[in-house]
């Protein structure tokens, strides 16, 4: 079992809430926040001893890390078990993160919205008052959708260029503060 420092520990516990803020399951969030943090692979058992977990609880955690794309099977040489390690790249991690939130929250809302505004163009289905929050909302996840997927296929330098930019992008656009 490793041995975790009171800074290791904070880090953990402050993750695993967090992730109950985004929707996440605590305990997924802790696992992943144990294996950022890690030097090397970890093994599940040796998850769930050092964070006090059962090894049902780290392997259902493990499978739902792997769907997300932020965490991998390592094989270690002379050991059977499967290690696991999390992407330590925070950029490629959040992009990840990211792309999984667009495909479950986003695309799923605007497939339904279209087939709300469908149903809405029937006669007597929806009032135009209807139609127009549906028409708004459609058009907001939309431009939301388009825009992720224009700063998905940018490098992580650009990204951190546009980020930096701050006021100075909003002045580009003729937003002064």
């Not at 929806?126 to 549906?134: K, N, P, T």
Request: glycine share 6%; proline share 4%.
């Amino acid at each position: 079992m490793a041995t975790l420092s009171p800074v290791s520990q904070k880090f953990i516990l402050h993750w695993g809430e967090m992730g109950t803020r985004w929707g996440i399951n605590r305990t997924v969030a802790q696992v992943h926040a144990l294996l950022f943090l890690s030097e090397k692979p970890l093994p599940a058992d040796e998850i769930a001893e050092t964070l006090g977990i059962a090894r049902s609880n780290t392997s259902t955690s493990l499978r739902e890390l792997q769907n997300w794309g932020i965490v991998k099977i390592v094989h270690v040489l002379g050991d059977r078990r499967d290690h696991f390690s999390s992407i330590k790249d925070v950029f490629a991690m959040f992009r990840a993160i990211a792309h999984q939130r667009k495909k479950r929250e986003i695309d799923p809302t605007v497939h339904v919205l279209r087939d709300c505004l469908a149903e809405a163009s029937k006669p007597k289905a929806a009032d135009a008052q209807i139609r127009r929050r549906l028409s708004d909302l459609l058009e907001f996840f939309e431009l939301a959708g388009a825009a992720y997927e224009r700063l998905e296929k940018l490098p992580t330098p650009a990204v951190i260029k546009i980020a930096k930019l701050g006021d100075r992008a909003l002045r580009m656009v003729g937003i002064s503060k």
